[in-house]
């Protein structure tokens, strides 16, 4: 499988929810505290108008894809994909409790025909870090008894839905969210509370395992999973018996609780990768100074490799690279990274592991949460300010045609 990822609320535009509705409370704050939170990001001056205007953190009209699926669907052939992920919205679906918004059924049910009349394998996400206004109101994920709310999406999903599809993910990255939302206090609803953060992990856990039953029992050849943010982190000293223990501990907590609860609850394991870490004595992050991407991320991009031996070992499932890039607005460094992952993705499927795919993230520029439009992740540029305006960037252009000869598709290059 090679494609991109995306998710509903950062690229379909008009999406109502909790995320939208903290949009508009913090858009001014956000911009006045630009200049603070975004020292380290190496791009100094190409972020500094965007990111002190408060539109940046608004997202809004998205880049319209709610509207230009088709034209996106067209991207990804143009770039030799056949495999696309994406986001099922529940506020869409359920704007009010228990109110199913017809015409939403029917926008995805045509999404994904329309992947599939192009040969493209579709791989929703059902929850993707939003939820219906309703849901938060009534205490979203914090409440095991809210879980059901969860369920009843679920089922009309697997209801509509399930018979015509191979994949799904149920959440995506449950440790990225109760991280930034509970123990850091950045995301809504912006808790700094160690015990709700706990709570709100445990929840996600059974609302994965329930859906996975729930999917399963409408169709069970449907392959599950989760997309899952795990980071290679590598003892600054190898001889170190400090820096071990701290690459050990704190992987167990990032990496591993999570999916090893769910063990029997999965068909395979999606990672979504993005980051290494060094750590020198107890949890001193130590990383080289370069090279870093936009945002300010350190970048080594091999570092997928010890990852996936590692799932491999653990799970022995088969493994979905379910999101992977960078924010690059220059294009600058996204082809050395695509790079560096093909020759890590190689030598691992030469090693026999069970590699099926590789998604980028992502097909399009899109909103990036708290930091808004200006981190630029897309394969393809997107301009808000002229039409929406799509354009393939030079390092996606190379990948598409790198695609084309993995696929063995000869017409490509005269080849
Ligand atoms: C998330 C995406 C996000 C990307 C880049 C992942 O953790 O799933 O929604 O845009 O990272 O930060």
């Not at 991280?179 to 445990?202: D, E, I, R, T």
Request: hydrophobic share 40%.
């Amino acid at each position: 499988m090679w494609g991109a990822s995306t998710s509903a609320h950062q690229v379909e535009g008009g999406t109502v929810n909790q995320w939208s509705e903290w949009e508009l409370a913090h858009a001014n704050e956000l911009a006045k505290s630009a200049k603070r939170r975004l020292s380290n990001a190496s791009n100094q001056d190409a972020i500094k108008g965007q990111a002190s205007d408060p539109h940046n953190y608004v997202s809004g009209r998205g880049v319209d894809h709610y509207k230009r699926y088709e034209e996106d669907f067209g991207l990804l052939e143009e770039l030799n994909m056949n495999t696309f992920r994406f986001g099922i919205e529940w506020s869409r679906l359920e704007p009010q409790e228990g109110a199913w918004n017809i015409e939403a059924v029917e926008h995805y049910r045509g999404y994904i025909r329309s992947l599939k009349a192009r040969g493209i394998e579709p791989i929703p996400t059902l929850w993707h870090w939003t939820v219906p206004t309703w849901f938060e109101a009534k205490g979203g994920f914090e409440r095991k008894a809210n879980l059901r709310y969860f369920d009843h999406f679920v089922q009309k999903f697997a209801d509509e839905y399930a018979k015509d599809l191979a994949y799904v993910l149920t959440l995506n990255e449950p440790n990225v969210y109760v991280g930034q939302s509970y123990a850091m206090a950045l995301w809504p609803p912006q808790q700094k509370n160690y015990f709700l953060c706990a709570k709100v992990y445990w929840n996600l856990l059974h609302a994965h395992k329930r859906a996975y039953k729930i999917l399963k029992s409408k169709n069970p050849s449907l392959q599950i999973g989760i997309a899952s943010q795990l980071y290679n982190a590598v003892p600054k000293r190898p001889y170190s018996i400090v820096d071990n223990l701290a690459v050990k501990v704190s992987t167990y907590v990032w990496n591993w609780w999570f999916l090893n609860r769910i063990k029997k609850h999965q068909d395979f394991t999606g990672l979504n990768y993005y980051f290494t870490t060094y750590y020198q004595n107890f949890l001193q992050r130590c990383n080289p100074a370069w090279p870093e991407n936009d945002l300010g991320w350190y970048m080594q991009p091999e570092g997928i490799y010890p990852l996936l031996l590692e799932l491999d070992r653990r799970y022995k499932k088969p493994i979905i690279i379910t999101e992977n890039g960078l924010a690059d607005a220059k294009d600058i460094y996204r082809k050395w990274w695509l790079e560096q992952t093909i020759v890590a993705m190689q030598r691992a499927f030469s090693e026999g592991i069970a590699l099926k795919g590789y998604l980028h993230w992502s097909l399009l520029d899109n909103f990036e949460w708290a930091d808004g439009w200006w981190p630029k992740f897309g394969l393809v540029a997107v301009d808000r300010e002229h039409g929406m305006k799509r354009t393939v960037r030079p390092s996606a252009e190379w990948f598409g045609k790198y695609i084309a000869r993995a696929r063995g598709k000869r017409e490509v290059d005269g080849e």
